[in-house]
């Protein structure tokens, strides 16, 4: 029996990067290849006629997923990324835009329209808006949430908590109360190590090293010197009076010399009545 091999998780990329380069012209910032995708970087107010150049004329029939990407540091924080699918070619092509706060992306519902609920996502967790998206409204986050969780500026415990009151008989919105101040974020890996004094280490002092032990060496031709340990075989040399000396004295007597009494004498009776041989009647 014949087994057919399957078919590889990704076709040939050979030229493909170069044709769409090519074909897109002048709407492409940067272009590479990564992970097995073609990634493609190109200017914000084309990014609608470039989806469809790539849906018509190169096959890219399905958008699979839009997402978002947040660098603080940069003038245009936002990221907003584009992944796309062609089945009859068995290729992926990533398309990126860059933004900022105020400056929506052109809409592509209308190339696909679930990128509606794509867009959507991307403005509900980061704050991107979309021009020309029929439904612009937060599709993941509760009524009347405020912020965008998604930015990296956002705290990680939020502005609003919410809970069950017992006395109202509903889910109440109350501002978060911490101990701690947890809204401070510095960008930097846990594992790097923080370059400033955490607040509470100001306080610690740095102990002084303990002085390294002086070893002394055997003294040549013979064993090393050992002390002599202290004993009290003498009620002088307690030093805690006379009550001390005594029970030294007591523990260092010989065990086996017990003192023993001297014995009573034996008292003999007196019989008057009774005569002696020899004497008479």
Same mark, same amino acid.
């Given at each position: 029996?014949?087994?057919?091999?399957?078919?590889?998780?990704?076709?040939?990329?050979?030229?493909?990067?170069?044709?769409?380069?090519?074909?897109?012209?002048?709407?492409?910032?940067?272009?590479?290849?990564?992970?097995?995708?073609?990634?493609?970087?190109?200017?914000?107010?084309?990014?609608?006629?470039?989806?469809?150049?790539l849906r018509?004329?190169?096959?890219?029939?399905?958008?699979?997923?839009?997402?978002?990407?947040?660098?603080?540091?940069?003038?245009?924080?936002?990221?907003?990324?584009?992944?796309?699918?062609?089945?009859?070619?068995?290729?992926?092509?990533?398309?990126?835009?860059?933004?900022?706060?105020?400056?929506?992306?052109?809409?592509?519902?209308?190339?696909?329209?679930?990128?509606?609920?794509?867009?959507?996502?991307?403005?509900?967790?980061?704050?991107?808006?979309?021009?020309?998206?029929?439904?612009?409204?937060?599709?993941?986050?509760?009524?009347?949430?405020?912020?965008?969780?998604?930015?990296?500026?956002?705290?990680?415990?939020?502005?609003?908590?919410?809970?069950?009151?017992?006395?109202?008989?509903?889910?109440?919105?109350?501002?978060?109360?911490?101990?701690?101040?947890?809204?401070?974020?510095?960008?930097?890996?846990?594992?790097?190590? +923080?370059?400033?004094?955490?607040?509470?280490?100001?306080?610690?002092?740095?102990?002084?090293?303990?002085?390294?032990?002086? +070893?002394?060496?055997?003294v040549t031709?013979?064993?090393?010197?050992?002390?002599?340990?202290?004993?009290?075989?003498?009620?002088?040399?307690?030093?805690?009076?006379?009550? +001390?000396?005594?029970?030294?004295?007591?523990?260092?007597?010989?065990?086996?010399?017990?003192?023993?009494?001297?014995?009573a004498p034996?008292?003999?009776?007196?019989?008057?009545?009774?005569?002696?041989?020899?004497?008479?009647?």
């Amino acid at each position: 029996m014949t087994v057919l091999h399957s078919a590889p998780r990704y076709a040939s990329f050979d030229g493909v990067m170069d044709a769409l380069v090519a074909a897109l012209g002048d709407r492409v910032i940067a272009s590479r290849e990564e992970h097995g995708e073609i990634v493609l970087t190109v200017a914000r107010d084309s990014i609608e006629d470039t989806l469809r150049d790539l849906r018509d004329a190169h096959q890219f029939q399905q958008l699979m997923d839009i997402a978002g990407v947040d660098f603080p540091s940069r003038a245009e924080r936002f990221e907003v990324v584009y992944c796309l699918l062609s089945v009859t070619r068995n290729l992926r092509v990533i398309v990126k835009v860059s933004t900022d706060e105020a400056t929506p992306v052109p809409t592509v519902t209308t190339l696909w329209p679930n990128a509606g609920w794509y867009e959507r996502e991307v403005y509900d967790m980061f704050g991107v808006l979309f021009a020309g998206n029929p439904d612009l409204r937060r599709i993941l986050t509760d009524y009347g949430f405020q912020g965008h969780p998604f930015r990296k500026d956002f705290p990680l415990t939020g502005y609003v908590e919410l809970r069950y009151s017992e006395e109202d008989k509903r889910v109440v919105y109350e501002p978060v109360r911490l101990a701690q101040d947890l809204r401070q974020f510095d960008f930097m890996s846990p594992w790097e190590g +923080a370059d400033y004094v955490l607040p509470g280490d100001e306080k610690a002092v740095t102990p002084p090293p303990a002085p390294a032990p002086v +070893a002394t060496a055997p003294v040549t031709g013979g064993p090393a010197k050992v002390d002599t340990p202290k004993t009290t075989d003498t009620k002088a040399d307690t030093g805690a009076g006379e009550p +001390a000396n005594t029970k030294a004295a007591e523990a260092t007597a010989p065990k086996d010399a017990a003192v023993s009494a001297p014995e009573a004498p034996v008292a003999t009776e007196s019989r008057p009545d009774k005569k002696t041989d020899g004497e008479g009647a």
